[in-house]
């Protein structure tokens, strides 16, 4: 504005505009309805006999979002788990870094600039893509049902390709000519050997006679 002293001008052009709030992101922990116990209480026995508001208070009404990654960490677990006391197969492995992941995909929605956590989830990646391709080769029904149950989509990994330069092929080509040189070294080294250990086994022999 031409009336406006410079002073306020110049603030008026360092201005920051302002940000827009961003909307709500939708996370895989909400299909938990906020009545059900915590993962250290729901199988006690004695939680069928306690008053109400200490149930609430061990709900998943007023937990912390570490105790409702238990759960559903647990319930992911209890889709793909061969028996009651299977806890170290692919398969669980498999659910226990899908619920972390998928826990850290929101976490960088909201805070895209956290390269910490950034590479933990492609870490978490590319581990769980290892163990998919191993059942994908061991037993294809399992991995599928793995896959279903989990709702994810094995994506195999790219073929490494290398982008051919002069000096790369120089190189190789060295590296091939003294790996050649040092087989004949090698070999005739091992062929002395052997005529050694002939001559020596023909002398014992004829010392016998």
Same mark, same amino acid.
């Given at each position: %504005?031409?009336?406006? =002293?410079?002073?306020? &001008?110049? $603030?008026?052009?360092? !201005?920051?505009?302002? /940000?827009?709030?961003?909307?709500?992101?939708?996370?895989?922990?909400?299909?938990?309805?906020?009545?059900?116990?915590?993962?250290?209480?729901?199988?006690?026995?004695?939680?069928?006999?306690?008053?109400?508001?200490?149930?609430?208070?061990?709900?998943?009404?007023?937990?912390?979002?570490?105790?409702?990654?238990?759960?559903?960490?647990?319930?992911?677990?209890?889709?793909?788990?061969?028996?009651? %006391?299977?806890?170290? =197969?692919?398969?669980? &492995?498999? $659910?226990?870094?899908? !619920?972390?992941?998928? /826990?850290?995909?929101?976490?960088?929605?909201?805070?895209?600039?956290?390269?910490?956590?950034?590479?933990?989830?492609?870490?978490?990646?590319?581990?769980?893509?290892?163990?998919?391709?191993?059942?994908?080769?061991?037993?294809?029904?399992?991995?599928?049902?793995?896959?279903?149950?989990?709702?994810?989509?094995?994506?195999?990994?790219?073929?490494?390709?290398?982008?051919?330069?002069?000096?790369?092929?120089?190189?190789?080509?060295?590296?091939?000519?003294?790996?050649?040189?040092?087989?004949?070294?090698?070999?005739?080294?091992?062929?002395?050997?052997?005529?050694?250990?002939?001559?020596?086994?023909?002398?014992?022999?004829?010392?016998?006679?």
């Amino acid at each position: %504005h031409p009336g406006c =002293s410079p002073v306020l &001008q110049a $603030a008026r052009g360092y !201005a920051r505009p302002v /940000t827009k709030k961003r909307k709500d992101i939708p996370s895989h922990l909400d299909d938990l309805p906020p009545t059900m116990l915590k993962k250290d209480y729901a199988n006690l026995p004695i939680m069928n006999s306690v008053d109400d508001v200490v149930k609430r208070l061990l709900s998943l009404e007023m937990a912390s979002q570490r105790e409702k990654l238990k759960v559903k960490t647990q319930q992911l677990v209890e889709k793909v788990r061969r028996s009651p %006391h299977d806890n170290g =197969s692919f398969e669980v &492995q498999v $659910a226990i870094l899908t !619920a972390k992941i998928r /826990t850290l995909e929101e976490h960088l929605q909201r805070h895209p600039k956290d390269k910490r956590n950034r590479r933990f989830m492609l870490m978490g990646l590319d581990r769980r893509r290892k163990m998919l391709g191993y059942l994908r080769r061991v037993n294809y029904s399992t991995f599928e049902n793995t896959c279903k149950e989990l709702g994810i989509q094995y994506s195999p990994p790219q073929p490494y390709t290398r982008r051919l330069t002069k000096r790369w092929m120089v190189k190789k080509a060295l590296c091939i000519k003294v790996f050649q040189e040092k087989q004949k070294l090698q070999a005739a080294e091992r062929l002395k050997k052997r005529r050694e250990w002939q001559a020596t086994a023909r002398a014992a022999r004829e010392q016998q006679e």
